[in-house]
């Protein structure tokens, strides 16, 4: 199994910066879309940021021109630049697989964004 281990979150002030990083275990990463996902409190679980395998990207249009999604094969880790944050962004910052009905059953223990305005 996967064990994917998020870090890089904190407190920031609106429009202010972050930089996630994700590392996953195992020999198939550089295989596997990756995505980046969120859970705000009270809110389901929402894909914000992808990247295939040859590392094409795509975005929520709610993150759109400000998050940025990158990956290191070599490292078995995916980044989330985080620009121009708001305070609706703030949440707890998960990685997974690209496609949510593939996502490996373990979960990460997320890293925190709060966003103050």
């Known amino acids: 199994q996967v064990q994917l281990v998020e870090s890089g979150g904190g407190l920031v002030q609106a429009g202010g910066s972050l930089r996630l990083s994700c590392t996953a275990s195992g020999s198939i990463f550089a295989i596997n879309g990756m995505g980046w996902y969120r859970q705000a409190p009270g809110k389901q679980r929402e894909l914000v940021a992808t990247i295939t395998s040859g590392g094409s990207t795509n975005y929520a249009d709610s993150v759109k021109g400000r998050f940025t999604i990158s990956r290191d094969n070599a490292k078995n880790t995916v980044y989330l630049q985080m620009n121009s944050l708001k305070p609706e962004d703030t949440a707890v910052y998960y990685c997974?697989?690209?496609?949510?009905?593939?996502?490996?059953?373990?979960w990460g223990q997320g890293t925190q964004v709060t966003v103050s305005s």
């Open positions: 997974n697989r690209a496609v949510p009905a593939w996502a490996w059953s373990d």
